[in-house]
């Protein structure tokens, strides 16, 4: 009777392990700058939409205090005094009266229901209204300071988008 050979078991050497890391480790550091240039992509459209959002925003009540529809103070430039103002309900100017079945929120307009906030800005537990740079209308283009109103918004943030542009000048 012939004697069977013996069948070693054999696992992995350490020449394949570290071949094996290599490309594992090869792998991640080029999907790791991949998925930070997404990430950043992802967070500059969720700016320029905030930034649309809140500019419409603005509009709106600049156009609701131009016709009428809210109260405007002779002299003001009829932009919201902040931009909380924005998202809270707002006594028309001119309510009427469309008898008993009229409810109290058909004499009120809410320009936004929520504002954005900055997807740049650090801090998650800051309002969304304190993550934003205002402009007012009185000061100058080339040198935006908040004021007595809000004309315009930017991002708080010092860093540079994709394309080499400062989000604050956005």
Not at 60 to 84: C, I, M, N, R
């Amino acid at each position: 009777m012939k004697a069977s050979p013996s069948v070693a078991v054999r696992g992995f050497t350490l020449i394949e392990l570290l071949i094996t890391l290599a490309l594992v480790g090869l792998l991640a550091s080029v999907a790791l700058p991949l998925y930070e240039v997404s990430s950043t992509r992802f967070k500059e459209a969720e700016l320029r939409q905030a930034l649309r959002t809140i500019r419409a925003g603005l509009d709106a009540y600049k156009a609701a205090t131009d016709s009428g529809q809210l109260p405007k103070v002779a002299g003001e430039s009829g932009f919201p005094p902040t931009l909380e103002v924005l998202t809270q309900p707002l006594e028309l100017a001119n309510k009427r009266d469309f008898g008993s079945n009229a409810s109290e929120a058909s004499k009120r307009m809410v320009i936004l229901r929520q504002l954005p906030r900055d997807p740049f800005f650090p801090d998650r537990q800051v309002p969304a209204e304190q993550t934003w740079n205002t402009r007012a209308y009185a000061s100058r283009a080339d040198d935006p300071q908040p004021g007595d109103d809000v004309f315009d918004v930017s991002s708080k943030s010092s860093r540079l988008g994709l394309d080499g542009t400062a989000y604050s000048s956005w």
